[in-house]
């Protein structure tokens, strides 16, 4: 995880040196802001990754002498059978859509998005998944 945090602050200068430069050469604003919330979100990465490999042990990415099977095993927990990011998305869809069409969708897609919130965050606390 170092090498990625250290890739993703290489970034992020990188993308403010040209949100500069762009802002200053074409005095536009919409693409400058782009820019600079793309070095924003450049640096939370690098942050974040950076941080967390001081928390955590050295990975096989991190060892220049390791081998891809260095690196398997577990990568972690998915969920193998999840509804719920389907009814997110619809109702993430039509909210978007209220936009451009009308607010009024927003009444049909409000309880879609509180559904498959609640739903996703619940979902080992039910049926055959529930611990004991």
């Known amino acids: 995880m170092k090498i990625q945090g250290k890739m993703f602050m290489w970034l992020s200068l990188f993308i403010l040196v040209m949100a500069v430069v762009y802002g200053v050469w074409s005095k536009e604003p919409a693409g400058t802001t782009a820019l600079f919330l793309a070095f924003g979100l450049a640096i939370m990465?690098?942050?974040?990754?950076?941080?967390?490999?001081?928390?955590?042990?050295?990975?096989?990415?991190?060892?220049?002498?390791?081998?891809?099977?260095?690196?398997?095993?577990?990568?972690?927990?998915?969920?193998?059978?999840?509804?719920?990011?389907?009814?997110?998305?619809?109702?993430?869809?039509?909210?978007?859509?209220?936009?451009?069409?009308?607010?009024?969708?927003?009444?049909?897609?409000?309880p879609l998005i509180l559904l498959g919130l609640f739903g996703w965050v619940f979902e080992y606390y039910r049926g055959e998944n529930r611990t004991q």
């Open 45 to 110: 990465i690098g942050f974040y990754l950076g941080f967390t490999a001081k928390r955590v042990d050295a990975g096989a990415q991190d060892n220049k002498n390791a081998d891809v099977a260095d690196d398997a095993g577990e990568v972690g927990f998915f969920s193998p059978h999840s509804w719920q990011p389907l009814f997110l998305g619809i109702g993430g869809a039509f909210a978007f859509m209220s936009i451009a069409i009308g607010w009024w969708l927003m009444f049909f897609s409000a």
